[in-house]
């Protein structure tokens, strides 16, 4: 037998509460909370000596409690018959002051300014739905009657956004100060109560109208109050505490290592995102000891876009390897100010215990881990906003290897990297040190001004550029027959041009064209990035597929190598490189026409449908018979390097010594270069892995 409201419409029909209290008889169904859970923010805004009308009374014991402790002089109304009678029979002997109506909270009659306080639980939200809502704004307007000034409705409610909505606006037109809390409900046991917070209402009469509305919002019954200038940022903050209660619900209740759930904390005065927070179970076959019930793990600041700590698989892998039944991972955001890890620690402990495992004994002391004991380093060094990609910043960050980066970052998407350049100081131009990839203890913070820091030129960042140069193995480049033999690169998508830029320094006899849609990435290649064009390195602003087609209608251009590396802003596609126009059969015909006859196609493709994918690998195999892929290491991109000759290699596993040696002659010309930089990057190893589609 159910005796919850099928549909929200439910709460608000006389008939649906007089069927719940005929089945539910003796028992009260605290709906909102018990006495224990409201009492301490009733207290504070209801005097014992005020004359109080409780507003649709339900058989809650609520109004029976407030009487036992001193509330002589409360008015109880409902508009069912049955409870009224009921209640008048529960309470004639042992509380006779205490009496129950039958009355229409929305036609009382009572008399204008007669009660100082009104106590609603549930009845607005009840209402809400009915009529559009006009039957809630006649109560709510009835309520503003029959209290006096200085008077307050106290409305305990979930807070559904039409319903907090409707009655804080029509507060706020009548010029009332309207505040807030929200009550995390810690009573009962976990299992048997509301995932959903319980919120309290309060709303204040005053003499004269606030010209401007105070509008407040509370955490728990003492919260200091946060003020708020519109009635949308108080809806904002209401929705962000009901998922969190949700959230926290979910995980205080059970544990799933397939799911790694997020939230998002923001700063309580800018309301600006300050941690993202994502919680790894461990699966339930680890080896796990039994005192390691949960860990923080913060993120070093730069590093949050890491395979390892913003993927799906790295996630559950540091999990595993941190050895704890719940790993909660912390970002911090950019644009925020961190002091250390003390100050980290200090500011989350109260959230993030709320997050610990069912079963996790109390006084548990919950260790916060990271790498080196370092919040890492970040400074943002530009901002600003282009029409085709939206806002973007520029930042330089600390790596988990000691070294410094440069990015840029499009903020729709602000876990991907655009871009990334390592940083040398300008007064020392040449850099020898090969790229660590083991993680060592970072090193303090930088005291050089950007203004001091240039981009090294000779190393490649993104392991899929330095794939697609180490392909140029497949066309002899370094050989020595083909010692004075120009190779002519057209590349679509600059981003900071670090990969074009790494070609027209170390590529001997290279020209290369650049297609770049956006003219503000151009600039900012230019200005945060190195990027200097020449007569060997141009650039073309448009749409790279007109320039496609463009070339094919002139004839003439051809090139040894076309490459597509440019990113799809559309997120819906299981494909965010390239976008899927780039990889239809007439594009891809028009690409096949403008090769040289021993040219190659090379396409950086980041594609998580494998349906798709193989979709893609099926069209460009119509064209160019000769594939070669070389899959990434901890990412989604794949290389795939695309001819119309016959394959260097013979399987997947091994290079054959044909290869192997053109490796060696790259290898030789890219170091042979008069750059101020040394090229960081090993051919053999982007070479070894490669597969015959």
Same mark, same amino acid.
């Given at each position: 037998?159910?005796?919850?409201?099928?549909?929200?419409?439910?709460?608000?029909?006389?008939?649906?509460?007089?069927?719940?209290?005929?089945?539910?008889?003796?028992?009260?169904?605290?709906?909102?909370?018990?006495?224990?859970?409201?009492?301490?923010?009733?207290?504070?805004?209801?005097?014992?000596?005020?004359?109080?009308?409780?507003?649709?009374?339900?058989?809650?014991?609520?109004?029976?409690?407030?009487?036992?402790?001193?509330?002589?002089?409360?008015?109880?109304?409902?508009?069912?018959?049955?409870?009224?009678?009921?209640?008048?029979?529960?309470?004639?002997?042992?509380?006779?002051?205490?009496?129950?109506?039958?009355? #229409?909270?929305?036609?009382?009659?009572?008399?204008?300014?007669?009660?100082?306080?009104?106590?609603?639980?549930?009845?607005?939200?009840?209402?809400?739905?009915?009529?559009?809502?006009?039957?809630?704004?006649?109560?709510?307007?009835?309520?503003?009657?029959?209290?006096?000034?200085?008077?307050?409705?106290?409305?305990?409610?979930?807070?559904?956004?039409?319903?907090?909505?409707?009655?804080?606006?029509?507060?706020?037109?009548?010029?009332?100060?309207?505040?807030?809390?929200?009550?995390?409900?810690?009573?009962?046991?976990?299992?048997?109560?509301?995932?959903?917070?319980?919120?309290?209402?309060?709303?204040?009469?005053?003499?004269?109208?606030?010209?401007?509305?105070?509008?407040?919002?509370?955490?728990?019954?003492?919260?200091?109050?946060?003020?708020?200038?519109?009635?949308?940022?108080?809806?904002?903050?209401?929705?962000?505490?009901?998922?969190?209660?949700?959230?926290?619900?979910?995980?205080?209740?059970?544990?799933?290592?397939?799911?790694?759930?997020?939230?998002?904390?923001?700063?309580?005065?800018?309301?600006?995102?300050?941690?993202?927070?994502?919680?790894?179970?461990?699966?339930?076959?680890?080896?796990?000891?039994?005192?390691?019930?949960?860990?923080?793990?913060?993120?070093?600041?730069?590093?949050?876009?890491?395979?390892?700590?913003?993927?799906?698989?790295?996630?559950?892998?540091?999990?595993?390897?941190?050895?704890?039944?719940?790993?909660?991972?912390?970002?911090?955001?950019?644009?925020?100010?961190?002091?250390?890890?003390?100050?980290?620690?200090?500011?989350?402990?109260?959230?993030?215990?709320?997050?610990?495992?069912?079963?996790?004994?109390?006084?548990?002391?919950?260790?916060?881990?990271?790498?080196?004991?370092?919040?890492?380093?970040?400074?943002?060094?530009?901002?600003?906003?282009?029409?085709?990609?939206?806002?973007?910043?520029?930042?330089?960050?600390?790596?988990?290897?000691?070294?410094?980066?440069?990015?840029?970052?499009?903020?729709?998407?602000?876990?991907?990297?655009?871009?990334?350049?390592?940083?040398?100081?300008?007064?020392?131009?040449?850099?020898?040190?090969?790229?660590?990839?083991?993680?060592?203890?970072?090193?303090?913070?930088?005291?050089?001004?950007?203004?001091?820091?240039?981009?090294?030129?000779?190393?490649?960042?993104?392991?899929?550029?330095?794939?697609?140069?180490?392909?140029?193995?497949?066309?002899?480049?370094?050989?020595?027959?083909?010692?004075?033999?120009?190779?002519?690169?057209?590349?679509?998508?600059?981003?900071?041009?670090?990969?074009?830029?790494?070609?027209?320094?170390?590529?001997?006899?290279?020209?290369?064209?650049?297609?770049?849609?956006?003219?503000?990435?151009?600039?900012?290649?230019?200005?945060?990035?190195?990027?200097?064009?020449?007569?060997?390195?141009?650039?073309?602003?448009?749409?790279?597929?007109?320039?496609?087609?463009?070339?094919?209608?002139?004839?003439?251009?051809?090139?040894?190598?076309?490459?597509?590396?440019?990113?799809?802003?559309?997120?819906?596609?299981?494909?965010?490189?390239?976008?899927?126009?780039?990889?239809?059969?007439?594009?891809?015909?028009?690409?096949?026409?403008?090769?040289?006859?021993?040219?190659?196609?090379?396409?950086?493709?980041?594609?998580?449908?494998?349906?798709?994918?193989?979709?893609?690998?099926?069209?460009?195999?119509?064209?160019?018979?000769?594939?070669?892929?070389?899959?990434?290491?901890?990412?989604?991109?794949?290389?795939?390097?695309?001819?119309?000759?016959?394959?260097?290699?013979?399987?997947?596993?091994?290079?054959?010594?044909?290869?192997?040696?053109?490796?060696?002659?790259?290898?030789?010309?890219?170091?042979?270069?008069?750059?101020?930089?040394?090229?960081?990057?090993?051919?053999?190893?982007?070479?070894? #892995?490669?597969?015959?589609?």
């Amino acid at each position: 037998m159910s005796l919850l409201p099928r549909t929200a419409e439910e709460f608000s029909s006389a008939e649906y509460w007089e069927r719940f209290f005929k089945k539910r008889g003796d028992k009260a169904f605290e709906w909102y909370g018990d006495y224990n859970s409201l009492c301490g923010v009733l207290h504070k805004y209801i005097k014992v000596q005020d004359q109080v009308l409780v507003v649709g009374c339900g058989n809650s014991e609520l109004s029976e409690q407030l009487y036992d402790v001193g509330y002589k002089h409360l008015t109880n109304i409902d508009i069912s018959e049955t409870v009224v009678t009921h209640m008048n029979q529960r309470n004639a002997e042992r509380r006779p002051g205490l009496t129950f109506q039958q009355v #229409d909270a929305t036609q009382t009659p009572y008399e204008d300014a007669c009660y100082q306080a009104a106590l609603d639980k549930g009845t607005l939200d009840a209402m809400a739905s009915e009529e559009e809502g006009a039957l809630a704004r006649n109560m709510l307007t009835e309520v503003g009657r029959v209290l006096s000034v200085g008077g307050r409705y106290v409305c305990v409610t979930l807070a559904q956004e039409s319903v907090i909505k409707l009655a804080v606006e029509h507060f706020v037109q009548l010029g009332w100060a309207v505040r807030l809390h929200c009550l995390q409900g810690e009573s009962g046991k976990e299992e048997d109560s509301f995932s959903l917070p319980v919120f309290v209402l309060v709303c204040t009469k005053f003499r004269q109208p606030m010209p401007t509305p105070i509008l407040e919002m509370c955490l728990g019954e003492d919260g200091a109050p946060t003020r708020l200038t519109q009635v949308s940022e108080l809806l904002s903050a209401v929705r962000e505490h009901q998922a969190y209660s949700v959230l926290r619900k979910k995980l205080r209740t059970g544990t799933d290592a397939s799911s790694n759930l997020s939230l998002t904390l923001c700063h309580t005065k800018t309301g600006l995102p300050r941690y993202t927070l994502t919680v790894q179970d461990c699966s339930p076959g680890a080896k796990v000891q039994r005192s390691n019930h949960f860990a923080i793990f913060i993120v070093p600041q730069g590093s949050e876009t890491a395979w390892l700590y913003c993927s799906s698989e790295g996630q559950k892998q540091l999990a595993a390897s941190a050895n704890f039944r719940r790993l909660v991972i912390v970002a911090m955001h950019r644009n925020q100010e961190y002091t250390d890890m003390q100050a980290v620690q200090a500011e989350l402990s109260p959230m993030v215990m709320d997050l610990a495992p069912p079963g996790m004994p109390a006084n548990q002391q919950v260790p916060f881990l990271s790498v080196g004991g370092d919040l890492g380093w970040r400074e943002e060094v530009s901002r600003g906003v282009s029409e085709l990609s939206g806002e973007y910043c520029v930042e330089n960050v600390k790596g988990e290897d000691g070294e410094l980066y440069r990015r840029l970052v499009f903020l729709s998407n602000a876990a991907l990297v655009q871009s990334e350049s390592r940083l040398v100081s300008s007064k020392t131009t040449s850099s020898h040190k090969k790229r660590n990839k083991k993680k060592t203890k970072p090193a303090a913070p930088p005291t050089m001004s950007s203004s001091s820091l240039s981009v090294d030129s000779g190393f490649l960042c993104c392991a899929h550029h330095e794939v697609m140069v180490a392909g140029l193995t497949v066309l002899g480049v370094g050989a020595p027959e083909s010692k004075d033999v120009p190779v002519s690169v057209l590349l679509v998508g600059l981003g900071g041009g670090g990969l074009p830029q790494f070609l027209r320094d170390f590529v001997p006899n290279v020209t290369v064209e650049v297609v770049e849609l956006d003219a503000v990435v151009l600039e900012v290649a230019k200005e945060w990035f190195g990027f200097r064009p020449d007569d060997r390195l141009t650039v073309t602003l448009g749409d790279g597929l007109d320039r496609i087609c463009a070339l094919e209608k002139e004839g003439g251009c051809l090139f040894d190598v076309i490459m597509f590396d440019v990113d799809n802003k559309d997120c819906t596609v299981g494909m965010s490189c390239p976008p899927a126009a780039f990889v239809e059969t007439s594009i891809l015909q028009k690409v096949c026409s403008l090769l040289t006859p021993r040219g190659i196609f090379m396409l950086n493709l980041v594609c998580r449908d494998s349906a798709l994918t193989n979709s893609v690998l099926q069209r460009i195999s119509t064209l160019f018979p000769s594939i070669l892929s070389r899959k990434i290491e901890g990412e989604v991109n794949e290389v795939l390097l695309c001819s119309r000759g016959g394959n260097e290699a013979s399987d997947g596993a091994r290079i054959p010594q044909s290869l192997n040696q053109a490796a060696k002659n790259l290898q030789s010309a890219l170091s042979s270069s008069r750059s101020d930089h040394r090229p960081h990057i090993d051919i053999a190893e982007m070479l070894k #892995d490669l597969k015959v589609e």
